[in-house]
């Protein structure tokens, strides 16, 4: 578990993860060169990683698939398997009705039902259900607004692709590398955040913030959807809701620093309206959860 300074610091960079250090200096109380020294010992032993997540619509990968996933044998050597393939952005090994759950992001739905076809096809796959989410109503870690008015030329993919890699990347770094003016350069940064092109976010190590308990479930909703999603997002300890179609209206995650409190977080969203829930799995061990997309060389396939 982290200090209270430490975890003020982790959430502020979850908040905005290119917050100065000065900016951080005088939300905890302490010396710039103090808050700097910490921020790097959190970075260096992964406790928080900050990076930049791209909008799906920039990169084309607009179609996502929670795939809900049985096995025969080792659910890991699946899992560890299924983990390599480069559309899958999240896995976990789970304990209740699916051995493992997946998430995939393609560039339409045709891209998807080839992809969960190759899942199926990986051996130990039994069975493989798709929900398909059309709308993401919350997420703790990437852009869930619309895509702003913004054209990409070469020198913003060539930024988009160094923030993705480090999201704290410094000005001075990314201005030699693009070959631009400090000021030039931020002024593009700033841009491409402000249009929503990209989310610069601190990963946090959720046991490090105390949450070590992680889980999701699948919703039904008798009435309207989207406000009874809204509903389920805005509880405390849901990190992630999307609607969609499938086996339910709604899916979620769920994070807790313990199990009764999973518990606690479970029984508030049973007790939204309308909502039933229909399944929900705890989370064993999450193999994967990457947010880097396979960026173009240039301009051709952006924004526009």
Do not use: C
Request: a neutral charge; hydrophobic letters at 45%.
């Amino acid at each position: 578990m982290l200090d209270a300074v430490d975890a003020v610091l982790v959430r502020e960079l979850q908040r905005d993860g290119r917050a100065t250090f000065q900016a951080l200096a005088d939300r905890v109380g302490l010396s710039r060169t103090a808050v700097r020294a910490r921020v790097q010992n959190l970075l260096e032993t992964e406790v928080v990683r900050v990076v930049g997540i791209v909008h799906a619509a920039v990169v084309g990968a607009e179609a996502t698939g929670h795939v809900s996933v049985t096995v025969d044998g080792s659910a890991r050597e699946v899992a560890t398997a299924v983990a390599e393939r480069p559309a899958v952005g999240f896995a976990a090994l789970t304990a209740g009705p699916h051995d493992l759950v997946v998430q995939v992001r393609t560039r339409d739905d045709t891209a998807l039902a080839a992809e969960v076809d190759q899942l199926r096809s990986v051996p130990g796959v039994r069975t493989a259900e798709v929900f398909r989410s059309v709308a993401t109503v919350r997420d703790a870690h990437t852009v869930v607004r619309e895509l702003g008015d913004v054209t990409l030329d070469d020198i913003d993919w060539r930024l988009l692709r160094e923030l993705q890699r480090d999201g704290r990347a410094p000005y001075t770094r990314l201005a030699h590398i693009i070959g631009l003016s400090q000021a030039a350069t931020r002024a593009r940064v700033v841009r491409l955040m402000r249009t929503g092109v990209i989310q610069v976010t601190g990963l946090a190590d959720p046991r490090a913030l105390g949450a070590a308990e992680l889980g999701g479930f699948g919703l039904l909703v008798g009435g309207g959807l989207r406000k009874a999603a809204e509903a389920v997002a805005a509880l405390d300890g849901v990190r992630y809701v999307a609607t969609g179609f499938g086996r339910y209206d709604i899916v979620g995650q769920a994070e807790a620093a313990s199990r009764a409190e999973l518990v606690t977080v479970l029984d508030a969203v049973r007790s939204v309206p309308g909502v039933t829930v229909r399944e929900s799995w705890h989370h064993l061990d999450v193999v994967k959860e990457s947010y880097a997309a396979d960026l173009p060389d240039g301009p051709a396939g952006g924004a526009s």
